[in-house]
């Protein structure tokens, strides 16, 4: 029942995101912000670890989780350094993801050449 309610987690996520995608003039970049926003927002009220502790690694792998990762590290941070932890701890938990995004992204550039 968990690898089943891990796929039907990511899955409606999708869902959502294709229904808006086809249904406005919202490109991919703007889902994906909303998505990272709601993210966010359900970690501030702490809904998303609930989404974890029911759904296991399917909550864990939409881009909703980018959003979760950043306020829980900088709201962990902030408990023990107070308001200058909020900064702090923003990156905590994203640093390994965003260092790969930005080396890899570096050397497919070199590898790959860009369309006209």
Known sequence: MYFINSFLF????????????DN???????????F???GSAL?????????IVKVGGGALLPITSFGHS?????????ESHGIIGLLMGVFDLT??????????TFVFT??????D
């Open 10 to 21: 990511c899955g409606i996520v999708c869902l959502i995101a294709e229904l808006i995608l």
């Open 24 to 34: 406005t003039k919202l490109t991919p970049g703007h889902i994906t912000a909303i």
């Open 36 to 38: 990272v926003c709601v």
């Open 43 to 51: 970690d501030a009220f702490s809904i998303y670890d609930f989404f």
């Open 70 to 78: 950043l306020i829980h590290g900088a709201l962990l941070a902030a």
């Open 95 to 104: 640093a390994a993801g965003i260092t790969a995004a930005i080396i890899f």
């Open 110 to 115: 070199l590898i790959f050449k860009a369309k």
